[in-house]
């Protein structure tokens, strides 16, 4: 007798189904699982080969304006993927597809185990950490710090760099500069280096700082100053600075009391030191001087950054032209004045000098008699070179050679005649006696 199952047979033809279908798809995967095994070589479920990565930290220092080159190299990378990210956690790149929108910025692979960027014209806002990072398990992560350097630079500002200032004023200059690493701003004067002594009493030291002051200030102290910012980074910033100092003019005179004769002529000078320069003129008892070239001639000379000399050249000095001349020097902030004398020079001259004669001495022991030659226009004739005429012929005289002294001759000098040495001993040996 055949029983039936009080359940509907269309549930059980689903589940008889659903039985057959789970088995065949498990023979289905042990089939194609072996299938791989024998064509591959592998197995499909066994881990992929790790990439070599160095996770190691780099300093790499760059110069503004240069080009930055950031390494990271990778071996085995497989099917990983490799990113750039910039210090902003910006993404830069991924594998060598750029993502980030600066030109300046690409990717570069000079080898197939190099994945570098270069960061060309490089600022000091690009500094800071960039990672290069490849999505393994964990994550692996090389970490570069970017230094940029950035050469120095003075901030230019509203303060002047010409300066007029008057004697006993402060001056106050100002060098801001910038650059990475700090600037160090040293101190120039014409070219040569401001020493600083106030705080190093074993020595001097240079004057270093972004502002330079100069209190009760002198006429030596303008001229150019000049402040030099470095940091080790070329070129060398600066900036330049002119200061004038003025002040009032300061007459001074060479001399103060001058003489010279009637028709001769004469030189008075006057140096004036002032800042601007001033106006210089000479009076004489207090009228100014009608200049010609005739009788006043004035030159004026450099004589320095803020010195002239003026020169009063008088010529055919006559006797109206005696008394006083002052020389008087003007600008904005002062004037003054000083007065020499010019009197008249009289010139002497003195009495004529005597002529002295010697006569020969002779061996009688008698005196010689005094022998007076005549003079000639030439001076004195001795008796070696005059004679009378007696009998139309000229006679030698009685007594040997002489030695006469002649000291009015024409040409004012000494000539002597004929020499005897033999007389000369003689000669010295009864002055010697009468000593």
């Not at 960039?130 to 120095?152: D, E, F, G």
């Not at 006569?359 to 005094?370: I, L, N, V």
Request: aromatic residues 8%; contains cysteine.
């Amino acid at each position: 007798m055949l029983k039936f199952s009080s359940r509907p047979c269309g549930n059980d033809l689903r589940i008889s189904l659903n039985r057959l279908y789970q088995g065949y798809r498990r023979n289905c995967d042990a089939h194609f699982r072996a299938t791989v095994s024998i064509v591959g070589g592998e197995s499909m479920d066994r881990a992929p080969i790790q990439p070599i990565f160095d996770t190691s930290t780099e300093n790499v220092t760059a110069i503004a304006g240069e080009t930055a080159e950031l390494r990271c190299t990778v071996e085995n990378k497989g099917s990983y993927n490799l990113i750039w990210l910039n210090p902003r956690k910006t993404l830069i790149s991924k594998d060598d597809s750029r993502f980030i929108d600066d030109s300046r910025i690409s990717v570069e692979r000079p080898n197939i185990r190099y994945w570098n960027i270069m960061v060309r014209e490089v600022r000091y806002n690009d500094s800071g950490e960039y990672m290069c990072q490849i999505n393994t398990k964990p994550v692996l992560i090389k970490r570069i710090i970017l230094n940029i350097k950035v050469a120095p630079e003075i901030i230019e500002d509203w303060k002047p760099t010409k300066f007029e200032v008057q004697e006993g004023k402060m001056v106050e200059l100002v060098c801001n500069a910038t650059g990475v690493p700090m600037p160090v701003v040293t101190w120039y004067r014409e070219a040569n280096l401001i020493r600083d002594y106030s705080e190093q009493p074993e020595g001097e030291r240079t004057l270093q700082g972004e502002t330079l002051r100069l209190h009760n200030i002198t006429r030596f102290c303008d001229g150019t100053y000049e402040c030099n910012a470095e940091n080790g980074v070329p070129p060398i910033a600066t900036k330049i600075f002119k200061i004038t100092v003025q002040f009032p003019p300061e007459v001074r005179l060479t001399v103060r009391r001058l003489g010279q004769a009637i028709g001769r002529e004469t030189l008075l000078e006057c140096k004036v030191a002032a800042s601007p320069h001033a106006t210089i003129q000479w009076t004489h008892n207090g009228t100014t001087l009608p200049l010609h070239l005739f009788k006043y001639v004035t030159n004026l000379y450099n004589d320095g950054v803020h010195e002239k000399t003026l020169t009063l050249n008088i010529i055919d000095i006559q006797q109206e032209d005696f008394g006083q001349y002052t020389c008087h020097a003007s600008n904005g902030l002062g004037q003054d004045s000083e007065t020499m004398l010019l009197y008249e020079y009289n010139i002497v001259t003195g009495p004529r000098r005597p002529q002295v004669t010697t006569t020969p001495w002779r061996p009688s022991g008698r005196p010689p008699p005094r022998i007076r030659p005549p003079s000639t226009n030439q001076g004195i004739i001795t008796p070696s070179y005059y004679e009378k005429k007696q009998g139309g012929r000229n006679q030698q005289p009685s007594y040997g050679g002489s030695v006469y002294y002649n000291y009015n001759t024409a040409n004012g000098t000494v000539k002597l005649t004929t020499v005897s040495i033999l007389n000369i001993a003689v000669l010295l040996y009864h002055v010697m006696r009468a000593l």
